[in-house]
C-alpha cells in the first residue's frame, strides 16, 4: 500500500492562520486536498502555524512543531510548501546539520522530506525589509498588518480610512511629524471595528510582531546573504520555485484595478511597497542557471529586468531549482488571495494591483506545484 503524504503549508511574513478564521493558505490547501484525492493519493495537507516575524531559526522550530503534532506517527514522504519568508523556513528546516534550539530533534524528520517548493519567496532577500527597519516603516509594517486581517475578515476597508491611508502614503516622502499621529488613528480606528473578542486576539497577534521583529533585518539582501551561506541543500530533496512578477504601478494597472474608489485607493498601497521592493541593489541580484533563465523567458517573454518585482519581493529574487511556475501575479495572487468574489469561497484581495490573476491560472499553477511534488524522487 502506497505511504501516506503529509504536505505541509509554511506561511510567510505574518501568519494569519493564527487567527482563527482567517486562513492564510485557505484556497491553496482546499486545492490540493482535491486534487491529491482526484489522482487517488492518499495526503494530508496540514497549515503551519508560525511566529509572525520571529527569525527564520525559530519559525523552523515552529514547523517542527507543527509536522511533530501530524506525522509522527509513521514514515511517510514529507513535502513543504512555504510561501514568501515560509520557503526560508523550510530550506532551513532540510538544510543538513542545522540547529534550530537545544533538546529539539530535528533529523528524523528532516530526512522525510522529499521536496520544497518555494512561493515568492526572498531567497536574495527583499529590500523592503530594510524599509520595514526604519521608524516609520516599523509603523506603517503595524498598520498594514491589521489592514490585511481587515480585509480578510470583512473584504474590504472602510472607503473613509482607505482615503486616508491612501493620501498618506502618497505624500509619504514629503511627511514628518504628522504621520506617526495618523498611523495611530487609522490603526485604532480599524481596530475598533471588531468584537470585544476578536479585538483581544489581535492585540495579543500584534503584540506577538512587535515583540519579535527579529526575521526582518535577516530578510534585507544583506541579512540574507549571510542565512545563504550557512543553509545547504540537502542531497535527495528536490527543490522547486514559483516565481511571481507583477506590472510596474502605472496608468495602465490603475485602470486594471477599475473605476471603483476603493480599488483605486488600495492601489496605491501597491504603488508604495513596490517602490520600496524595486530598489534591489545590482550586486544582491543572483546569478540563474540556464534552465532557470529559459523558463523565465518562456513565462514572460523576456528575462524579467533588474527592478521586476511582485510588489513585495524582486522577481530575481525568487528563483530557487526548479522553477515550476512563473507568472504574472503580485505576492499574494499566488496563494490565492485575488479578488474573485463570485468563486465559492471567495478570493478576497487587499493587494490591488491589476495583475489579472484569477482562479484558471491559480488552478493550472498549484496543479503543477501538484505534478512536481509527485514526480518521480530524486536518488537519496
Known sequence: MPAKHYIYLVPGFFGFTNLGELVYFGHVRDFLQAEFARRGVEAEVVNILSHPTASIRQRAAD????????ASADEGPIHLVGHSTGGLDSRLFVSPGASLREGLELESYARRVRTVVTVSTPHAGTPLASFFLGLFGQQLLKLLTLFTVYVLRFGRLPLKVAFRLGHLLARADNQL????????????????????????????????????TSLIPQLTPEGIDLFNAGCADRPGVRYGSVVTQARPPSLRTRFSAGLDPYAQITHTVYAFVYGQTQRMPLNRVPPHTPEQTAALVEAFGALPGLQACDGIVPTRSQVYGKVIGAVRADHLDAIGHFDQPSHQPPHVDWLISGSGFRRPQFEKLWKDVADFLLAEEAPR
Open 63 to 70: 514547523l517542527l512543531t507543527g509536522v511533530q503534532t501530524t
Open 177 to 212: 511629524g504628522w504621520k506617526q499621529t495618523i498611523l495611530d488613528q487609522l490603526f485604532d480606528q480599524l481596530l475598533g471595528d471588531f468584537s470585544a473578542d476578536r479585538r483581544e486576539a489581535l492585540s495579543r497577534f500584534l503584540g506577538d510582531v512587535g515583540k519579535d
